[in-house]
């Protein structure tokens, strides 16, 4: 059974720094991985999503990586702003189509 | 990307009533659909997969006579939560996809508050 799980559960910055978060899953065979965020009481935005095949892919001032063998992917927000305080989710897509979530990571950044 | 509208995006109801939400595919033809429920500060759990024109398949725990699936078409998906209590206040999400590996499109969800 799939698992995907989510480091730190929670963070807290000032404005400007540079974070990463991280996601692992137990079973490689996976799809393809995504990372949303959601704000409080809200739906899910979509940020970026990496197909099985693909190791990176970016979007401003985020960049997302996957290494499929290790079960590990990374998201990387450059100059963090208040604007970008969410919690993100890592989803990863397995076969039989269902989407697996992660915890989240409960992200809050200081002026 | 492609859109998933959901329906309503909140509801208030009684204790003992059922009610039903709609996740529809806008712009292209969903093969498969998901719903997903989230508790406060919780991740979102998969209740249950549903393919058009056949039963849907619940993950373990979800009572599917409680939580009534129906994808009577490529667009359309329902699920309807039978006498419903206030334990099952939840946020629930719908996404659909039209194929294994593509990307998953998520309806903007449903506070349902039982009351």
């Known amino acids: 059974k799939q698992e995907v799980t989510q480091i730190p559960a929670a963070l807290s910055v000032p404005e400007g720094e540079n974070l990463v978060l991280n996601c692992s899953f137990t079973d490689s065979a996976i799809y393809n991985l995504q990372w949303f965020r959601q704000d409080p009481g809200k739906g899910l935005t979509s940020l970026l999503l990496i197909q099985s095949s693909q190791r990176e892919q970016t979007s401003g001032r985020l960049n997302a990586s996957l290494d499929k063998s290790s079960g590990r992917s990374t998201l990387y927000i450059a100059a963090s702003q208040p604007g970008d305080s969410a919690t993100y989710l890592c989803a990863v897509g397995t076969g039989g189509f269902k989407t697996i979530f992660g915890a989240g990571t409960r992200l809050f950044v200081k002026a | 990307g492609a859109v998933v509208s959901q329906h309503p995006s909140w509801v208030i109801c009684k204790s003992g009533t059922s009610v039903k939400i709609e996740c529809r595919s806008l712009?292209?033809?969903?093969?498969?659909m998901f719903w997903y429920r989230q508790f406060p500060k919780q991740s979102l759990m998969l209740m249950a997969t549903?393919?058009?024109?056949?039963?849907?398949?619940?993950e373990q725990g979800v009572e599917k006579d409680k939580f009534l699936i129906n994808h009577a078409s490529l667009t359309l998906s329902t699920l309807t939560v039978t006498s419903a209590h206030p334990e099952d206040s939840s946020f629930y999400i719908c996404?659909?996809?039209?194929?294994?590996?593509?990307?998953?499109?998520f309806g903007q969800g449903t506070r349902l508050t039982v009351v």
């Open positions: 549903s393919n058009e024109g056949s039963k849907a398949t619940y």
């Open positions: 996404s659909a996809k039209w194929d294994r590996d593509t990307e998953a499109f």
């Open positions: 712009d292209f033809q969903a093969t498969t």
